[in-house]
């Protein structure tokens, strides 16, 4: 019989904070189980398996920065609405160490919920694209630009790999600067279409 109160959204929070303890990549049902206070084969009626724990885990944790990158946006454009948004990017990955990794899994067209989350991060930077003038085609570039540099960063800086003598915040405010330089610059949708 399960745990009286265990349910599969219990045990997908309890699994968030367990990875941000210990680390995604050591996120584990046995010890998940064992947070729980549970026999391993009892939380196969709560989740499928591990797959299925990262996948709901995933979905959970897009939802979240998807929430923190719209709060951030809110009343905000331009420049502004870039910094806020990155900046919002940033803390969550710092805070939530083991679950931000499962933020980059590409949605499950199968869960609804965590493609209508993914479609919420991504529809936040798109509208700050929209106050630079890109769009269509062109913002898919671009979106892929931030993502990439804003993920690299905190990827990065979670591993410990920026050593030089030089203040991590100013580099990051450095490089969101940067891109609203290529953001006020970025070809029109038709020059990048063309190229």
Same mark, same amino acid.
């Given at each position: 019989?399960?745990?009286?109160?265990?349910?599969?959204?219990?045990?997908?929070?309890?699994?968030?904070?367990?990875?941000?303890?210990?680390?995604?990549?050591?996120?584990?049902?046995?010890?998940?189980?064992?947070?729980?206070?549970?026999?391993?084969?009892?939380?196969?009626?709560?989740?499928?398996?591990?797959?299925?724990?990262?996948?709901?885990?995933?979905?959970?944790?897009?939802?979240?920065? %998807?929430?923190?990158?719209?709060?951030?946006?809110? @009343?905000?454009?331009?420049? !502004? $609405?870039? /910094?806020?948004?990155? &900046? =919002?990017?940033?803390?969550?990955?710092?805070?939530?160490?083991?679950?931000?990794?499962?933020?980059?899994?590409?949605?499950?067209?199968?869960?609804?919920?965590?493609?209508?989350?993914?479609?919420?991060?991504?529809?936040?930077?798109? %509208?700050?694209?929209?106050?630079?003038?890109?769009? @269509?085609?062109?913002?898919? !570039? $671009?979106? /892929?630009?931030?993502? &990439? =540099?804003?993920?690299?960063?905190?990827?990065?800086?979670?591993?410990?790999?920026?050593?030089?003598?030089?203040?991590?915040?100013?580099?990051?405010?450095?490089?969101?600067?940067?891109?609203?330089?290529?953001?006020?610059?970025?070809?029109?949708?038709?020059?990048?279409?063309?190229?």
């Amino acid at each position: 019989m399960p745990r009286a109160g265990l349910n599969p959204q219990v045990v997908v929070r309890e699994a968030a904070r367990l990875a941000d303890e210990v680390g995604y990549d050591k996120l584990t049902l046995a010890a998940l189980a064992n947070r729980l206070g549970v026999a391993l084969p009892s939380l196969y009626k709560h989740v499928k398996g591990v797959d299925a724990l990262g996948q709901q885990l995933a979905a959970l944790a897009t939802a979240e920065i %998807a929430d923190e990158m719209t709060t951030a946006a809110a @009343g905000r454009s331009g420049e !502004d $609405a870039l /910094r806020a948004v990155a &900046a =919002a990017y940033r803390s969550y990955a710092r805070r939530h160490p083991g679950r931000y990794p499962a933020t980059q899994r590409v949605p499950d067209p199968a869960d609804p919920a965590h493609v209508a989350a993914g479609a919420r991060a991504v529809g936040v930077v798109y %509208a700050i694209l929209l106050g630079y003038g890109i769009s @269509g085609d062109a913002a898919v !570039d $671009a979106v /892929r630009m931030f993502r &990439a =540099a804003v993920h690299g960063f905190v990827s990065l800086e979670a591993a410990g790999d920026f050593g030089l003598p030089r203040e991590v915040d100013h580099s990051f405010d450095q490089m969101v600067a940067a891109l609203g330089v290529a953001f006020h610059a970025w070809p029109s949708t038709e020059e990048s279409d063309a190229g």
